[in-house]
């Protein structure tokens, strides 16, 4: 690939990018020169994560390193090309997901706890269907929303000239990796301070959906000019609505308990309001301030089947 | 017995022979019989031993399950580098000790279904599927284990997490308080360090060097996610 070493200084961007046209080219990576296939999709009698059994190098870095790529976005560097190259792997997006529900679901338990330390009043239990929901909610964005993604870029084809569309292995991939910035976010979100749980959620959501809009922006550019807008706004735009889900959660799985809020709702004076407001003032996570939206807090309207407090 | 062929390579030939050119030079200076009756030791060994397992007395043959799913308990209790969890695998061990656990793990069903522990089929089924999902995991990272080992090394290795379980329950019985709650959570951390380390003790070495760390990791969250339904139960 003499092509790639004498670009190697100018846009890399370009490198890749013929690397991208010309997929079955042996890379010289330094290490191995085995011709690639482009995706070896994952289970046949030998059975492989993709490409991953192709590589020779040590695949733990391999995963490391587009994790790395994940966390820190920048403008010029297209996760699929420079990290990926071609070589997508499923292993990364189905592990991450995984870890992802379940700090979740640990994360919301612990709230809870904490929660009650401060409030004995609170009624602890597992909730052990934040696992469920988590996983169901988690897994059906890393793959429906790839492929509708997938579906639409191939809609789309005809538009463009220069570079094909990602396959839908890589789409995952992308997706899979991106997700990762919020397993330590979910962590930090222990803390339960509002205001760092806002920004952190928010820097979360910015640097994934950075990631996402640098490495869809060179195949949407050649596109019309609506096309393109709406498509990353609309990618923006689920990728947010998932980490509001995740701030969310511990209130939308026990919304109905009235008298156990999850979550540390420690406003320092309690009034009683109407029911409309129960929900919203058992906002999970968030902690409501003194003069907030959601200031007052339910003291315990009877319901029916009340398990006794303990 | 016949005479034999011609030693190899005679050292003062030089030049180069095909190979076993000389077979064809053997000959055989008396007659060996070839007929004559044909017996399998072992034969009449086996069919004695069908006929006996099947004649046995119940008590032998539960016995001897029993004694191979215990002497298995010890190879997990003291994990040594050893082939007898791969060799001789089982999914007996696995059951029973899921099955206790998922008991034991189970919330009432008097409670509210929303917010509760487990249920015994959540337990189950994690247990299961997670253990499927694992050695599925290691397979398609190039490992050369097989899919019931795996699940029976897997399953073995539960084994300490449900003792932490059962000393969890006693714990319980006991008041609540801070002093408990760190009793418990020693026990529980002590119990899956033991679980990792037993279970990597096994699979570790069937992969290949440069994956081991990615094998490894989904075992460690499988065992976690157990520790923190163990860690996270309370008696209704």
Request: charged share 15%.
């Amino acid at each position: 690939m003499a092509a790639a070493d004498e670009l190697a200084f100018h846009e890399f961007e370009e490198a890749t990018d013929l690397l991208a046209q010309t997929p079955n080219e042996a890379t010289t990576r330094g290490d191995q020169l085995v011709p690639q296939q482009h995706v070896a999709v994952a289970v046949d009698s030998g059975g492989s994560y993709g490409a991953e059994d192709e590589v020779e190098e040590s695949d733990k870095t391999a995963v490391l390193d587009r994790i790395k790529g994940s966390l820190l976005p920048r403008p010029g560097h297209n996760f699929v090309r420079h990290h990926l190259r071609n070589r997508p792997d499923l292993y990364g997006p189905f592990w991450i997901c995984a870890t992802l529900a379940f700090v979740l679901a640990v994360t919301g338990n612990l709230t809870l706890v904490l929660a009650q330390r401060r409030d004995p009043s609170i009624h602890y239990s597992p909730q052990f269907h934040k696992v469920t929901v988590a996983g169901t909610a988690i897994y059906c964005y890393a793959w429906l929303v790839p492929l509708a993604l997938w579906g639409f870029l191939q809609w789309r084809k005809g538009v463009r000239e220069r570079m094909g569309p990602y396959t839908f292995l890589e789409t995952v991939c992308v997706y899979g990796y991106s997700l990762f910035v919020f397993i330590p976010t979910v962590v930090l979100w222990l803390i339960p301070v509002p205001w760092l749980q806002w920004l952190s959620g928010a820097l979360a959501l910015a640097l994934s959906a950075a990631g996402l809009v640098f490495t869809l922006w060179p195949v949407v550019r050649e596109d019309t000019r609506w096309a393109a807008v709406l498509l990353l706004s609309v990618v923006v735009l689920l990728h947010a609505l998932l980490a509001t889900g995740f701030l969310l959660l511990p209130a939308a799985t026990s919304g109905a308990r009235s008298t156990s809020p999850p979550g540390h709702i420690s406003a320092p004076n309690r009034t009683t309001v109407t029911a409309p407001t129960k929900v919203r003032s058992s906002l999970g996570r968030l902690e409501p301030a003194g003069v907030s939206l959601f200031q007052a807090q339910h003291k315990g309207v009877p319901l029916p089947a009340l398990p006794p407090r303990r | 017995m016949a005479e034999a062929a011609e030693s190899p390579g005679d050292p003062g030939t030089a030049t180069p022979r095909p190979l076993f050119a000389g077979l064809s030079d053997i000959s055989i200076s008396q007659d060996i019989p070839v007929e004559g009756e044909i017996t399998i030791p072992m034969r009449s060994r086996i069919r004695e031993f069908d006929s006996s397992t099947l004649n046995e007395s119940v008590q032998n043959t539960i016995m001897r399950d029993l004694k191979a799913v215990g002497k298995k308990f010890m190879h997990v209790l003291y994990p040594r580098k050893s082939n007898t969890l791969l060799r001789d695998w089982d999914l007996w061990g696995p059951l029973i000790l899921c099955v206790t656990l998922a008991l034991m793990l189970q919330r009432g069903s008097v409670d509210s279904e929303k917010d509760g522990g487990p249920q015994f089929a959540e337990v189950f089924v994690i247990v299961w599927f997670g253990a499927v999902t694992i050695t599925l995991n290691s397979k398609l990272l190039g490992g050369n284990i097989s899919f019931f080992q795996s699940l029976c090394v897997l399953g073995y290795c539960i084994l300490p997490l449900t003792v932490a379980m059962l000393v969890c329950r006693l714990v319980l019985l006991t008041e609540p308080g801070p002093i408990n709650f760190m009793v418990r959570l020693f026990v529980v951390i002590v119990m899956f360090a033991w679980s990792i380390v037993a279970s990597t003790a096994f699979l570790a070495d069937s992969q290949p060097p440069n994956r081991k760390a990615l094998a490894v990791y989904p075992v460690f969250l499988f065992y976690f996610v157990i520790s923190w339904m163990i860690l996270t139960f309370t008696p209704q």
